[in-house]
């Protein structure tokens, strides 16, 4: 799982958080593993507390690869444009999370992506939306192979005293306190031709996508969870093997595999992403 990474990077160890907080550990190794939200939201709070650092959830956009966002994530990889394909992760959004509402919209001053994230019983921490923010600009710049600049970049969160690490994760005009937490991006980088684009990964990323949340918000799992799974579960392995290589050379390695019948891609989120 990706916030384990980015956990790590502050010299925390997760093994011993997550035991602190009755939270399963083991349970990252689940393709179908829920964490409730009031549940991540106890683990910001204690992550801040340990490292002292309440600008920590940046740390997401170091470690984003398409497996973050699981079979959502290969779906975008496989689109034309980053514009098609953050469409595609507004319509996946639920395997993602169920606890974020996730728009993408095209504004007078470029393409919006919003964010809302809710709590249970506990309010989000500024954290968990700062995270997905990052999450997703470097997600761009992972599928792009270039660092984009977002034209501006909206936090609900008060100005923090020290802007250094947002101004190193976004690169962009900052705006705190803002209505909603959203990057907003230049059309011609939304609309730019992915590396990654391939038509016949898309429409079966497509349908892997539509089978994954039939099959888990329709159905009772297994205490394995078995009955929610998707029939492919090999994205720790794959995006090793990956790991440095170039995006167009994934996607067509990707389309060969599943021309030649394997399925190497997963719906997995590991907690050691490349």
Same mark, same amino acid.
């Given at each position: ?111 919006? *992506? ?5 709590? +249970?019983? =506990?309010?989000?921490? @500024?954290?968990?939306? !700062? %995270?997905? #923010?990052?999450? $997703? ?36 005009? *900052? ?5 909603? +937490?959203? =990057?907003?991006?230049? @059309?011609?980088?939304? !609309? %730019?031709? #992915?590396?990654? $684009? ?77």
């Amino acid at each position: 799982m990706g916030i384990v990474k980015a956990l790590e990077m502050d010299g925390l160890d997760c093994r011993v958080l997550f035991k602190q907080l009755g939270l399963d550990y083991t349970a990252l190794d689940d393709p179908d593993a829920r964490f409730p939200q009031d549940s991540m939201t106890r683990l910001w709070q204690r992550a801040v507390e340990l490292s002292g650092n309440p600008a920590i959830g940046l740390n997401m956009g170091k470690v984003v690869r398409p497996a973050s966002f699981h079979v959502a994530g290969y779906a975008l990889m496989s689109s034309n444009t980053l514009a098609e394909g953050f469409q595609r992760l507004v319509r996946y959004q639920r395997i993602i999370a169920e606890s974020a509402d996730l728009s993408f919209r095209l504004l007078d001053e470029g393409y919006a *992506l919003i964010l809302t994230v809710h709590g +249970d019983h =506990l309010p989000p921490t @500024r954290q968990s939306a !700062e %995270a997905s #923010l990052a999450c $997703a600009l470097g997600l761009c710049g992972w599928l792009t192979g270039r660092t984009l600049h977002p034209v501006k970049v909206l936090v609900q969160g008060a100005e923090p005293d020290d802007l250094e690490p947002y101004k190193q994760a976004f690169h962009a005009p *900052l705006m705190f306190n803002a209505p909603y +937490d959203a =990057l907003i991006f230049e @059309r011609a980088d939304m !609309e %730019a031709p #992915l590396p990654t $684009a391939n038509e016949a990964m898309a429409l079966l990323h497509d349908r892997f996508a539509g089978e994954y949340l039939a099959r888990f918000f329709r159905k009772p799992r297994d205490p394995q969870g078995a009955a929610g799974a998707v029939p492919v579960a090999a994205a720790g392995r794959a995006e090793a093997r990956y790991r440095g290589a170039d995006p167009a050379f994934v996607a067509a390695h990707f389309a060969a595999s599943f021309a030649g019948g394997g399925h190497e891609f997963s719906a997995t989120a590991r907690r050691h992403p490349p």
